[in-house]
């Protein structure tokens, strides 16, 4: 996509809902307030940018940020510390059976216990702990019914009328109790989120405000410049608060006013300069959302550490067989055996399964028909058994009872990129049970038909991934030409010099005010004139971002679904491309979006351009057009700029209404329909643009109708996050790779191996194998910065670091090419191509006969290693395992393909490694892969050492096939 988010794109959970806009040419901006760029600029993902730990910030900060220089520093009055000490205090009465319940546990703060509850009716009640020890046994000092209660030791219990949710504060300094009844809350039931560049713009739990009677509370631990809002799961537009236009700027302990993105000026990110641990408090105020944020003061009641110790003795790792059977994803009617480990004392134990609600893109988070499974204990473990007979994703947990008190073991608490679901599988945690069930973090478990089969080939694929502008120019009489050519009302501009870097608006570098309307005149041609570079450097697949007609340079705003556009040539063209790269053994995967079309298309025309009868003509609703039913319109809207719906608010990509008979007809029905009509023309697959936007529904048609066309055609679907319910069998093949993006990247950057690992453990956990060995690995993309750019190679930087930054490349491309998948190369990565986000991740690919400067010895090392992976097998195809080794730096893998063994070992540190792991006997002698002359490497007593190089690995072959490899030990 076109990143709509962050210039473009916040990158998010992903896709934030963009503001109104005051001009339909105009986008949302979200992540970097003060940088305007056209609609068609702004699409493609709203997710984008944030990708990886070092996000990019605007050039345009806001000028009073930089006198902001206040540390958070926590100040408070002088605290006493609780007379109970470590003993917990409770409302105990008439309506929890006098019971110590941890609904009803006191918080103490500072100087005072603090209780938030809901409760109804005409109760009794005291306080005490759950011994009702003598200091902690509190009543009233008289027989009274109202609030505020003077409380004694041993006092008789008290009534009241409660009448919903109360918030109650007892101060032992003044043996005073008081009760006061909640508001309710000003956004109702919706759950709020601190939604920024601090988390990829997703609806992550630990970004969830709480609200706690009087205003709405958020802990955090930041630093440094974070851009944000504040927004529900849905990016609704009464729960979504911006900051006003001029004002994006908190200050510490400072109200800040927001707008709800229903108000007027609601358009820009909110700013803070963090450092460190910070409360952040909402509350509503005449109406007027205010923020503040201040020292960390908030004590939230719902997290309660675990100190059971037979809670704390539970254990299931998901994926260990010794508490889950079969591992990973499974077909449809298997069964599954679950078996938890506990000291004694557990009298209870319950599996809870529930399907996953799926539907539309990841806000929709929710599980539905819980099932309640009873496990038995056998003498040593808790164990139950399910049949799943149904596709789907599920989600599982585990209800234990221990001495009447309830404790849930969940999934863990890892974050997983981009995904608004926290939790990466394998080893669990154990929690107190939550009053809502909805916080839970559930294990998850694929169903999928099994019939699933993706192309037998999809294995093999290396992929060369082009941006067709930017790639090569092979044709110059099909030029755009300025004063010419048009995009959408504005004219075009032309970089006569191939190497420029493309233009930016509003930066200084001579271009006119609009985005997107640049070109460089790259073609079909210019790609079948390089198809044999293509082919010598190893790759045999194309993904090229879309050809149809579409007035923009990255052709997102489709203008004519079966039509190439001229500037790029001809349909003839195309075909001649798909058979000039079959003869060299290369496929041809094309791209495009059926969620939405360009405003200036012959499907909507709403600059009057086509004689086609489009739906809007000239600003009108058509009745008569053919495409009506293709969109949904509001005739109540007197404005035309509110009477259709733009795709996430921007007008310039209008959506298509997917329900559409007539629309799916012309998508996969019919027999020229857009599907079958490329496939004819050659195409070997498609990879489809913002999947989630898209009914689940069109996806489950559209695939059968694909593969009724032609079987081993390839699907791939564009999605950022955990995309298992992809992955059924019943809509996409494969997904463009995120999270191995993110974290391969990372790795490179010198991050924890084995934290990072667990984003790679969830997916081959997640997904069905034929999936996951079909991923589309990618490193860079035209819509996040390149790999090299993240890694430090930025405009000025010294020979020092971008030498640095291109040995990180080379780690991060050595694992992709040793690992599971598709490894994709984005265009002009190999030959050293930087560049920040769009447009600057789009620069043009630097042909030395055009006077560019091409990296030839970073070229020859993706040669070497891009002919490592075709010439082994074991690579493309063999069996992986979690790590036999990892740490923090250093991770081994190990391959089997029929009578092959590789061992891949990666070291992102600056200094070398030596490790020493345990092999079967029978594995004497491997060869180093990376380098055949060097000495071969032997084994002594079933032990191998090996040195790794720094930021680097070796890659060491052995013909044999054991059974089982022993888990090693550093040395």
């Not at 470590?86 to 546990?105: D, I, V």
């Not at 093999?460 to 092979?474: A, S, T, W």
């Not at 053994?585 to 600059?607: E, K, M, Q």
């Not at 790679?760 to 819509?783: G, K, T, V």
């Amino acid at each position: 996509m076109n990143n709509v988010f962050s210039r473009r794109h916040p990158g998010a959970g992903r896709y934030p809902r963009p503001s109104a806009q005051p001009r339909i040419e105009r986008a949302w901006t979200p992540a970097c307030a003060g940088v305007t760029s056209t609609a068609s600029a702004l699409y493609r993902h709203l997710l984008v940018i944030a990708a990886t730990a070092a996000l990019v910030g605007c050039s345009s900060a806001p000028s009073q940020l930089a006198a902001q220089t206040t540390s958070i520093t926590p100040t408070s009055p002088a605290c006493t510390p609780s007379p109970l000490g470590k003993r917990p205090l409770y409302l105990r009465g008439s309506f929890n059976s006098w019971n110590a319940n941890e609904e009803q546990r006191f918080t103490y703060r500072c100087n005072q216990f603090e209780l938030t509850t809901t409760i109804k009716g005409d109760h009794r009640f005291k306080l005490g702990d759950e011994a009702w020890s003598p200091d902690a046994d509190l009543g009233a000092k008289d027989n009274a019914q109202q609030s505020p209660f003077t409380l004694i030791a041993k006092g008789s219990d008290m009534g009241y009328l409660f009448s919903g949710t109360h918030q109650l504060k007892y101060t032992p300094a003044h043996q005073m109790l008081t009760i006061d009844k909640c508001p309710d809350a000003p956004f109702g039931n919706a759950t709020l989120y601190l939604r920024g560049s601090m988390n990829n713009w997703a609806a992550l739990d630990d970004y969830a405000f709480k609200f706690n009677c009087d205003a709405y509370y958020l802990n955090v631990n930041l630093s440094g410049r974070q851009e944000f809002k504040i927004a529900d799961p849905a990016w609704s537009d009464a729960a979504t608060l911006s900051a006003a236009a001029g004002a994006s700027t908190a200050l510490f302990e400072q109200p800040f006013t927001m707008k709800r993105n229903s108000d007027p000026g609601a358009s820009e990110n909110a700013a803070f300069l963090f450092s460190g641990e910070a409360t952040i408090k909402l509350v509503v105020q005449n109406g007027k959302p205010v923020l503040t944020i201040g020292p960390k003061l908030f004590q939230d009641p719902s997290r309660v550490p675990v100190t059971d110790p037979v809670a704390l003795s539970v254990g299931f790792d998901s994926r260990s067989l010794k508490h889950k059977s079969p591992f990973g994803a499974i077909t449809a009617g298997s069964g599954v055996e679950f078996a938890l480990a506990s000291k004694p004392g557990v009298t209870k134990a319950t599996l809870v399964i529930e399907k996953r609600r799926l539907e539309g893109n990841q806000e929709v988070l929710e599980y539905l028909e819980p099932i309640r499974v009873a496990m038995q204990f056998n003498g040593e473990r808790w164990v139950a058994k399910h049949r799943f007979a149904d596709l789907g994703v599920y989600g599982y947990y585990f209800e234990i009872v221990i001495g009447g008190n309830t404790f849930i073991y969940a999934n863990n608490n890892d974050s997983v990129y981009w995904t608004r679901e926290k939790g990466s599988g394998g080893v669990g945690e154990i929690i107190e049970a939550p009053a809502q069930t909805t916080t839970i973090r559930r294990f998850r478990q694929t169903v999928f038909d099994a019939n699933f089969k993706v192309p037998e080939w999809a294995p093999d694929i290396v992929y060369y991934y082009i941006f067709p502008d930017r790639f090569r120019n092979g044709n110059r009489a099909n030029d755009p030409k300025p004063g010419v050519d048009t995009y959408q009302n504005y004219g075009v501009e032309f970089h006569s010099n191939w190497n420029e870097k493309p233009y930016r608006p509003n930066t200084g570098d001579g271009s006119d005010g609009v985005f997107n309307n640049d070109f460089f005149g790259g073609d079909i041609a210019g790609i079948i004139e390089k198809l044999d570079y293509i082919k010598d450097l190893g790759a045999n697949t194309l993904y090229i971002t879309p050809m149809f007609q579409a007035p923009s340079n990255h052709k997102y705003d489709t203008a004519d679904f079966k039509n190439i556009d001229p500037h790029f040539g001809s349909n003839d063209d195309f075909v001649r491309l798909t058979a000039e790269a079959a003869k060299r053994g290369i496929r041809v995967i094309p791209d495009t979006s059926l969620n939405h079309v360009g405003a200036d298309s012959t499907y909507f025309d709403r600059y009057s351009k086509y004689q086609s009868k489009g739906a809007f003509e000239g600003n009108r609703i058509n009745d008569e057009s053919p495409y009506a039913s293709w969109f949904s319109f509001d005739r109540t809207q007197s404005d035309p700029a509110k009477q259709f719906r733009g795709w996430t608010g921007i007008l310039d990509l209008p959506e298509l209404n997917k329900s559409s008979p007539s629309f799916r007809k012309f998508a996969y029905g019919d027999a020229d329909s857009v599907m079958k009509l490329w496939l004819d023309r050659g195409a070997a697959g498609w990879r489809m643009d913002v999947a989630p936007w898209v009914p689940d529904d069109f996806w489950r048609e559209w695939r059968r109708a694909v593969k009724a066309h032609r079987p081993d055609a390839l699907t791939v679907a564009e999605t950022w996050f955990d995309s298992s319910k992809y992955f059924l069998g019943d809509t996409f093949d494969s997904t463009m790779n995120y999270i191995f993006r993110n974290t391969v990247q990372d790795y490179a950057m010198g991050g924890k191996a084995a934290k990072l690992y667990q984003n790679i453990e969830l997916m081959r956990e997640a997904y069905p194998p034929q999936s996951f060995y079909a991923l589309m690995n990618l490193l860079s993309s035209h819509d996040a910065a390149r790999s090299l750019h993240q890694f430090g190679f930025h405009d000025g930087a010294d020979a020092a670091t971008i030498a640095l930054a291109k040995q990180r490349l080379q780690l991060a491309v050595l694992f992709q090419m040793t690992f599971p998948g598709a490894p994709t190369v984005y265009y002009g990565d190999e030959v050293g191509v930087t560049g920040g986000d769009d447009p600057y991740n789009r620069a043009t690919y630097p042909w030395a006969d055009t006077g560019g400067k091409p990296d030839t010895a970073l070229l020859a090392q993706f040669k070497q290693l891009i002919k490592l992976r075709n010439d082994h097998p074991v690579l493309r195809r063999g069996s992986i395992e979690a790590p036999i080794y990892i740490d923090d730096n250093v991770i081994v893998l190990v391959r089997k393909h029929n009578d092959t063994v590789a061992i891949v070992a990666t070291n992102n540190a600056t200094t070398a490694k030596q490790i020493t792991i345990t092999l079967p006997n029978e594995l004497r002698t491997f060869t180093d892969a990376l380098n055949p002359n060097a000495t071969k490497l032997t084994t002594a007593e079933g032990r191998i050492t090996i040195d790794i190089p720094p930021l680097s690995g070796r890659v060491l072959v052995n013909k044999w096939f054991p059974d089982k490899l022993h888990q090693s030990t550093p040395r």
